[in-house]
């Protein structure tokens, strides 16, 4: 297949809006192209060349990319520079391009030629890169140099995530969205949107189904519900097992020491890869007496000097590309463990916790080191108990807990009843848990925010049916005067010129400067109430959700966008305030 052609069916997803009109445009271009060729094609509609946990990084800042773009274009690098500024995108600067493609390449070719530039390290690096897209995009058409220039500097945004992807997958197979579980859950346990792609178009739906877990490839966490008080858990779980919740990074550990060198990777929240972050965990994990792995844990940094955890923030020092050894040193992590997903061949997704649990237990039975733990937990029989715990755990410094069902097996990817969170302050009434919100957008200061440029900013949920981001709140309070500044550096760097074509918004929301859906930050509310503008819920028979008196709590860089709190719970948590209130 000619990547001229992918760029042409990528050209017209830009132009629509609709969700199934771009899932059909996707499925007919997955189902003309070859395995090799649809595993490809998904990791560039993604503005990717490889799954998230590996990672891309082309390391080509836009000012650079304007040497390549004044080269082709036979203009000067001011008067790129001002049209990019005019359009808001450079790629659509190379559009206007009329040079004479040499060559018309292969989907297979340009991804070989972008592997190559990405490679290109060392002294001279930029200089080389510049030199080899220059050459390399003279050989696309001036629609496919677009594409490419946003791959390139990350700013592709064709306005759709995995979840369309596993969409089109399924209309590729069968003409409609009925085998989608079947893909999705291939996915939860195999997470890597290229691979699911090969998969299924080389074996099938049978192929997808018989996909196993591989040591090494992120599987999708599940997550927790969240209810208000300890007595409605209780009622809905009956006997259960309740554990600390901690306020760390939580991370999936894979472990693989059947190679001469043993292969440990840490995976976040969002599925980085983190292994370089924490020498002082993989120093440590390496000593337990199992060949393959792959866990749960909560990685939390402690004072050493008295043993207590220390705030969200201080653990996120630990996410960082430089001085990782001395930061290991000042600040000190404890990860306990939590579940077991696999072990020396044998999955665990399917055990029910009571098995898995046993078997973790095992599993660390002999182990000596301190850096690593298998967290505590109490078994309850009655909510009172449950309460006494919660409170004790408050009391030490805690978020609240997690209460799991001991016969639930570990869901990959899925939001359920399985496990449920008791956060601190729940039971006092209101809406007293934080929503992780996507940053959409920001408005412009006026009075003393003048001088930060923005006064308050547009926040939303994330609607997965629709893969899109709805809004619920304007917020302007909970920051410091830097914060401000802060958020505003963070939003120019993703700001567009429109509104990105996954977020829903009516135009009297619309901010002043809209931003990609990249951010995502906790956001604490009084209450949720109807509302006749926000989209979140919004259908053509209920009113959208919003919510009263919000305020920025803090960053979650542990998350996606698409790992936001999604429309579905804050539905459930707006009826939730008036059960409670009874």
Known sequence: MKFSYVSQVFNEIEKISGRLE??????????????????IICYLSLGELKPPYIGTKFQVAEKNF?????????L????????????????????????LQKEDLTVLQVYKELELIEEISGTGSQDGKIQ??????????????????????????????????IDALSWMEVGNKSIRKNIENAYNICAD????????????????????????????????????????????????????????????????????????????RNLIDMSHMFPD????????????????????????????????????????????????????????????????????LTKTYTQRRKELLHLFEKYKGEDIKVIEEKKIDNYKDLEDYFVANIASGLEGLVVKKPSSHYEPGKRNFNWIKLKRQEDTGGLEDTLDCVVLGYYFGKGKRTHFGLGAFL?????????????????????????????????????VAHMPKNVQCPKELAPDVWVYPEIVCSVRADDITLSPLHTAGLTSKELGLALRFPRFM???????AGEATEVYEVKRLYKDQFEYKK
């Open 22 to 39: 771009m899932t059909k445009l996707l499925a007919d271009l997955l189902k003309k192209a070859t395995p090799e060729e649809s595993k």
């Open 66 to 74: 304007i040497k390549v773009a004044a080269h082709l274009l036979g």
């Open 76 to 99: 000067d690098e001011p008067e790129i520079k001002k049209l990019a500024k005019d359009s808001g995108d450079l790629g659509l600067v190379l559009e206007t391009g009329k040079w």
């Open 132 to 165: 080899s897209l220059t050459k390399f995009l003279q050989d696309l058409d001036p629609i496919s140099a677009k594409f490419i220039a946003r791959i390139v500097i990350g700013k592709l945004r064709l306005g759709f995530s995995d979840m369309t992807i």
């Open 193 to 268: 949107i290229g691979l699911i792609a090969h998969t299924i178009k080389d074996g099938g739906l049978e192929a997808i189904k018989n996909m196993t877990i591989t040591v090494g490839v992120p599987i999708r966490p599940a997550a927790a519900e969240r209810m208000p008080t300890a007595k409605a858990i209780f009622e809905k779980l009956g006997d259960c097992i309740a554990q600390p919740k901690l306020d760390g990074f939580r991370l999936q550990i894979h472990m693989d020491k059947t190679h001469k060198t043993p292969i440990i990777r840490f995976f976040s």
């Open 281 to 348: 965990i993989t120093k440590a994990i390496i000593d337990l007496d199992v060949q393959e792995l792959i866990c749960e844990g909560e990685a939390i940094v402690y004072d050493p000097n008295t043993g207590n955890f220390l705030p969200f923030q201080e653990t996120v020092k630990r996410k960082r590309k430089h001085d990782i050894d001395q930061m290991a040193e000042q600040l000190p992590l404890q990860v306990y463990i939590f579940d077991l997903l696999y072990l020396d061949g044998q999955e665990y």
């Open 459 to 495: 926040v939303g949920v994330y609607n997965k049916h629709e893969d899109a981001f709805q809004t619920i709140a304007k917020v302007g309070t909970g920051m410091k005067d830097l914060e401000w500044v802060e958020l505003k550096a963070r939003c120019d760097k993703i700001k």
């Open 554 to 560: 803090g960053y979650r860089p542990d998350k996606s």
